[in-house]
Antibody
Framework: EVQVLESGGDLVQPGGSLRLSCAAS????????VSWVRQAPGKGLEWLST????????HYADSVRGRFTISRDNSKNTVSLQMNSLRAEDTALYFC???????????????WGQGTPVTVSS | DIQMTQSPSSLSAFVGDRVTITCRAS??????LNWYMQKPGKAPKFLIY???TLQNGVPSRFSGSGSGTDFTLTISSVQFEDFAIYYC?????????FGQGTRLEI
């Protein structure tokens, strides 16, 4: 059974940093891209970042490029999102999601975690 | 970036009704269109990929169609558990983008 579990969400001051983690199991972890998607309170879904299975390629939304960094440790089946220079508008529920197909370049999110909340406020 | 526009933004229905949600892309995305369902406080659930293929375990009352720029999600006979927010998502090219969502309510 595929499982995805996020952690690390917290209350942080504007300008601060936070590191989110995503632990996955139940599939060949190193073969699949993993992404972060967020949802601000009462709003829709916003894709943030994707890392390929071997970690060679990383993609970012314009809204977080230069502030957020995605990484993965295939020996631990984890993906991390380092978030720096946080702003109030980064307040959201952050989801980790697995790509459906290995390496075809088209991102379909077939398994999601339950999300971890991030609040940026003074 | 490819813009995804859903209509309507909200939709009222009764159990047993047939409902259709539309998603339009700002440029052609072939059939790289996915649908998700989200209930309050929960993670999105993957329903349909490649415009019309049901994910394993999704009831057959759900169906998807379309190609190019215009797509639809249809629920043939709405059940109580289907009341949720539905999102489309294009996977044609980076950056991945979602529609704004359609709220299906009683």
């Amino acid at each position: 059974e595929v499982q995805v579990l996020e952690s690390g969400g917290d209350l942080v001051q504007p300008g601060g940093s936070l590191r989110l983690s995503c632990a996955a199991s139940g599939f060949s972890f190193e073969s699949y891209a993993v992404s972060w998607v967020r949802q601000a309170p009462g709003k829709g879904l916003e894709w943030l970042s994707t890392i390929t299975g071997n970690g060679d390629y990383r993609h970012y939304a314009d809204s977080v490029r230069g502030r957020f960094t995605i990484s993965r440790d295939n020996s631990k089946n984890t993906v991390s999102l380092q978030m720096n220079s946080l702003r109030a508008e980064d307040t959201a529920l952050y989801f980790c999601a697995k790509d459906q197909v290995s390496g075809d370049g088209h991102i379909n999110f077939d398994y999601w975690g339950q999300g971890t909340p991030v609040t940026v406020s003074s | 970036d490819i813009q995804m526009t859903q209509s309507p933004s909200s939709l009222s229905a009764f159990v047993g009704d047939r409902v259709t949600i539309t998603c339009r892309a700002s440029q052609s995305i072939s059939m790289y269109l996915n649908w998700y369902m989200q209930k309050p406080g929960k993670a999105p659930k993957f329903l349909i990929y490649s415009a019309s293929t049901l994910q394993n375990g999704v009831p057959s009352r759900f169906s998807g169609s379309g190609s190019g720029t215009d797509f639809t999600l249809t629920i043939s006979s709405v059940q109580f558990e289907d009341f949720a927010i539905y999102y489309c998502q294009q996977s044609y090219t980076a950056p991945v983008t979602f529609g704004q969502g359609t709220r299906l309510e009683i």
